[in-house]
């Protein structure tokens, strides 16, 4: 269902996304761990154009992580999703994810190494323009996103679609180099209320560029479709949050690159 919704959502992007957007599956590394990523970008458009990071959930570089950067290819850009977890390693069960997210975000090095790595095949591609890059992340990739943007990666943009939020440090603040969108469930119960007067509170204080955005009535995982498969208490999809998120992401990128 999720894979099917996903690719509904495309055509709904471009009409064209099916026959245009080529994919490739990259082979990386990062501290001995072979890393598998999904390209996708639009063969038609000819020279360098920007390039959007895309984190998937805590279950893994899925079909959903991979369709979301298809969607930005027919937008006409060039979109990595990256493997955080190594050799595309996925999975449907909860317990298993949250293991294998807790396992990456315990050691910071290996969860901003890995981030990085992704980022570098990015904006090493002959098809990007390096000086336009931004990253996404859903769930556990917007918390991801998010670190690359607070440890100041040369990035343009960052969107986290109901990610945790690290709050950061003074010095952290100041490594922005970033505009950054939060796109946030009012009824998420995922993420304190608490934490999220903190994050604010932290970039409001270093004058950060940032957006909050909540979406009335969504919970967690808003994004996803098929969501509501899982059976897990306080995440289900939004189709008017979803929808709404994703203009809010692309206005931000037309403010980041100069687009009209």
């Given at each position: ?234 995440i289900k999809y939004d189709k008017n ?20």
């Open positions: 269902m999720r894979v099917a919704l996903a690719a509904t959502m495309l055509l709904c992007v471009s009409p064209f996304a099916i026959a245009e957007v080529k994919t490739e599956t990259v082979t990386y590394e990062f501290g001995g761990t072979k890393l598998k990523g999904h390209l996708a970008y639009d063969a038609a458009i000819t020279g360098k154009r920007p390039g959007i990071l895309v984190v998937h959930e805590w279950w893994g570089l899925d079909a959903y992580a991979r369709k979301r950067a298809e969607m930005l290819a027919a937008l006409g850009y060039v979109a990595f999703a990256v493997d955080m977890y190594g050799d595309g390693k996925t999975t449907e069960h909860p317990q298993e994810a949250g293991q294998m997210a807790g396992a990456v975000r315990k050691n910071i090095d290996t969860w901003l190494g890995r981030a990085k790595a992704g980022l570098k095949v990015l904006q090493d591609h002959d098809r990007v323009d390096a000086k336009k890059i931004a990253a996404i992340g859903y769930c556990f990739g917007g918390s991801t996103a998010l670190q690359l943007a607070l440890n100041g990666a040369d990035v343009a943009a960052v969107v986290s679609f109901h990610g945790a939020l690290p709050v950061p440090t003074e010095e952290q603040c100041k490594a922005v180099k970033s505009r950054i969108l939060i796109c946030h469930g009012s009824l998420d119960s995922f993420i304190p209320e608490k934490t999220i007067q903190e994050f604010r509170g932290a970039l409001e204080k270093a004058n950060v560029d940032y957006q909050f955005v909540y979406y009335a009535g969504a919970y967690h995982s808003f994004t996803v479709p098929g969501a509501d498969e899982k059976m897990i208490k306080g949050a979803d929808a709404r998120s994703w203009l809010h992401m692309q206005q931000l990128f037309k403010e980041a690159f100069g687009e009209k």
